[in-house]
Structures are given as C-alpha cells and as structure tokens.
C-alpha cells in the first residue's frame, strides 16, 4: 500500500493505493468550525444535495444513474471531530477492470454533479425537496431517546458543560430546523463551498496521475484557506465534587455515562499509554470494568470505556439497574483508582498490547477503515499506524500509571429507566 498526499492549494488530496479491494473508494471530507446553530442546517444541506441536481430531478433518477455505473454507492455522513464538524460524502465504485473503460470517470463526474450542480433555482433549493429533507430530520429528532445509549451520551454532556463543542446534540435542534427555508439553506451552501476546508481520500487501485487529473476536471475548489482553531477540545477546570445528574426515560434499564476529563499530559503520554491503559480500563474484551462490575459482582448488562483523543476525555457508559446505582459507582470508582495506583500486571499489559496489535492489522482489512485511519491521522497528528504500533510495544507499566493519575471522574450521568426491578 502507497500514501501519497497532494496539497492542491485549494484542498488536499490524499491517494491510497491498494489492490486488496475490487472498488475505488472516494471520500470527500467538508469540515470548519464547529457552530451550535448550524448543525441542523448542515445536517439538511448534506440531505438535501442527495435529493437532486441541476442535471438529476429527482431521487429516483439519481437512483437510476448510479445503478447505470454498476451499482455505485453514494452517501453521506457528519459528524462532529473535536473542534470541527466534519460532512463526507463517499463514493464506491468497481474498478473499470470489472466494468467498462471509463466508469470511473463517470462515477466522478457524477460526485462532481452532486456537489457543484445543485437543484436550485432562482438562488433556491426546491420547496417539495426540503420539505421531504425537514419532514425525515423531524424524525429523527422525535426518536433521539429512543436510543438510550446514545442519548444517555448526549445528556452526559449537557450535564458537564452546555458551552463546550462536546455537548452539541449532532442530531441538531427542532428550533433550527423551523428557521430553515430554501434561500437560506442555498447561502449555506455557497459558504460551505466556499469557506470550508475539504480533504478528498481515494482509496483502491488506480493509477495516482490519472486520478489526479480526474479530481482536478470534476471538483472545482478555489479559495484557499488556513487553519486557525485547533481540533482539540479544552476544558475548564474540573469540579471539586462530582456533579451527578438525573432523568427519567421509558427505558427496561438504566444507563450509566460518566465524564472524565483528562489534565495536561504530553502528546507522547496521550497517544500512547493513555490508549493502552483506556484498553486495560474498559476499553478491551478483558477489561477490568467487565470482569469486575459485570462479571464478578453482576452490576451491569454491559460496561466499556472508550478515550477521545480530541475531546481530551475518557467517557464511560453502562447498562444497569437503577437500584445499582451508588454500588456500580464506587466500584468504577475504586478500579480508576487501582489503576492510579499502579494494581495492575505486566500480564495486563501485554494482553492490552495485542488487542491493540490486533486493531491496527485490522485496518486494512477494507478501504474505508484505511481512509477513516489517514483521515484521523491528518486531524490529530498521530504517527502512521505502522509506526504506533512499533512505538506500543514499548510502553511500559509506570507509564500507565503516570497518565492515569491525571483522570478524574467529573460529571455522572443516570437514564433512569422506568421498567428496572425495583419497580
């Protein structure tokens, strides 16, 4: 496999090439700084522009042409990184090898079409499109609490800090999705196209000067823009007393979210003892937190740990009964603190070394997750993954500890759910 990244002034594109895979798979990355107010009308935007365009009135004749390209796959997704909120649109398509000479071109052309020629008239989108686009976002927002994991997350960190990016509700807000019309949606549009910093990855086995030709004919991007916020969240100072939060939900069990920010650390002990102990912690298939709530004191349904680098947090989420509560606490409390304290082998270690070891060789097993982990690279800073995984293999047990000791458990969350046994 060959990385090679291009900075074309304007955006930059980065080429895999790999003959692992049948498809040429293609991501192109929007993102700029994250704003409250705009997450609804991003989330229109990127739905809107799969409806139709300029050339394609509708989503059935979209539909039609990309099963005329051999069935390529086109959509969307956004989500927040950091700092940042990021819109993709992906394509996927059969290397011409497997198709016809020129399907690729064509499959471009057609991503070309979606993002540069969209259905707008007289400097507005189509009323029955966004009506369609509002009505599904609508929905969605209705049906947040319906999963309970996820929105047990959302309300975990409103509860930590309502200012901080972290907080936003990714789903978007009812009172911004009234305020959407079709002129204000397209001067979105013009302001993404034209402010927004843009990263196209291609993955697949293709030839590299070819394909650089081909993105430069079908994606028209200007203005050349600069970085000024960093990706990584800051927090204030943590609470000297845990703040604990409540609510009520139509749910057979409760969830558990805990926030625990992350105090200064340096970049080394970020990316690499911190993700190694994450593993020991809660993030593994042999994680203390399951063997010790789950397993030995059947506390939970299910419990994990995930850390997030950008967010500068260690988040913690669980399954329990509500009447476990204050018990499920004080043990995931007392395993953080074991773990500061250094109550953890050299076994533990090596084990969590080879979950990661096993996570990095899974990287390449299809072309998305190779896009997904060069794109992380490019917003973090991290070494390759080849390089970390060298670099892993030496961290060492005190290291652990010492980031470990700047963990603390600040916010604490409970989705109480109606249907638990004490009821």
Same mark, same amino acid.
């Given at each position: ?18 003959? *692992? ?37 509708? @989503?059935? $004749? ?10 390529? /796959?086109? &959509? ?5 990184? +950091? ?38 008239? $007289?400097?507005?989108? @189509? ?28 309300r975990l960190k409103e509860a930590y800090d309502l200012d901080n990016p972290i907080s936003y ?29 843009? !990263? ?6 293709? /030839? ?16 050349? *823009? ?37 105090? %200064? ?16 912690? +809660? ?23 995930? &850390?997030?680098?950008? !967010? ?8 329990? !009964? ?20 250094? =109550?953890?082998?050299? %076994? ?49 047990? =005190? ?18 759910? /109606?249907? !638990?046994?004490?009821?």
């Amino acid at each position: 496999m060959q990385y090679t990244r291009k900075d074309l002034g304007s955006y930059n594109l980065h080429l895999i090439q790999t003959d *692992k895979f049948k498809t040429i798979t293609m991501r192109i990355v929007f993102h700029s700084p994250i704003k409250k107010n705009e997450i609804t009308k991003r989330n229109v935007l990127s739905e809107i522009l799969l409806q139709s365009t300029s050339k394609y009135s509708s @989503k059935r $004749n979209m539909i039609i042409e990309a099963e005329e390209l051999y069935a390529a /796959d086109i &959509y969307n997704n956004t989500q927040r990184i +950091g700092n940042y909120i990021m819109t993709s649109f992906i394509l996927q398509v059969l290397h011409d090898q497997y198709t016809e000479s020129g399907n690729l071109e064509k499959a471009i052309e057609f991503m070309g079409e979606i993002l540069f020629h969209p259905d707008v008239k $007289n400097g507005k989108f @189509k009323e029955d499109k966004l009506s369609i686009v509002k009505k599904n976002c609508e929905v969605a927002l209705s049906s947040m609490k319906e999963d309970p994991v996820d929105y047990s997350m959302v309300r975990l960190k409103e509860a930590y800090d309502l200012d901080n990016p972290i907080s936003y509700r990714m789903l978007g807000y009812k009172e911004d999705l009234d305020k959407i019309d079709v002129s204000n949606l397209y001067q979105y549009y013009l302001k993404m196209i034209e402010n927004d910093f843009v !990263d196209i990855y291609v993955a697949g086995n293709f /030839d590299p000067e070819e394909l650089l030709l081909l993105v430069k004919k079908h994606f028209k991007f200007r203005k050349i *823009k600069r970085k000024r916020v960093p990706f990584e969240v800051e927090h204030k100072r943590c609470r000297r007393r845990r703040l604990i939060a409540k609510e009520r939900n139509h749910n057979s069990q409760s969830k558990l979210a805990v926030a625990c920010p992350i105090g %200064k650390l340096k970049i080394y002990d970020k990316n690499y003892p911190l993700v190694l102990g994450n593993i020991i912690f +809660g993030g593994g298939v042999d994680s203390k937190l399951f063997k010790e709530v789950r397993e030995k004191n059947s506390l939970c349904y299910t419990i994990y740990s995930a &850390y997030s680098k950008l !967010d500068n947090m260690m988040y913690i989420s669980a399954g329990i !009964d509500k009447a476990n509560f204050d018990k499920t606490v004080k043990l995931v409390t007392n395993i953080l603190e074991k773990l500061k304290k250094g =109550k953890f082998t050299d %076994k533990d270690v090596n084990i969590a070394k080879e979950y990661y070891q096993s996570s990095i060789t899974s990287i390449e097993e299809n072309p998305m997750s190779i896009i997904r982990e060069y794109l992380t690279e490019e917003m973090t800073g991290l070494d390759s993954y080849q390089e970390r995984a060298q670099i892993m293999s030496k961290v060492k047990r =005190k290291d652990i500890i010492r980031t470990y000791k700047k963990i603390k458990m600040d916010t604490i969350f409970l989705l109480e759910g /109606d249907q !638990d046994e004490e009821d």
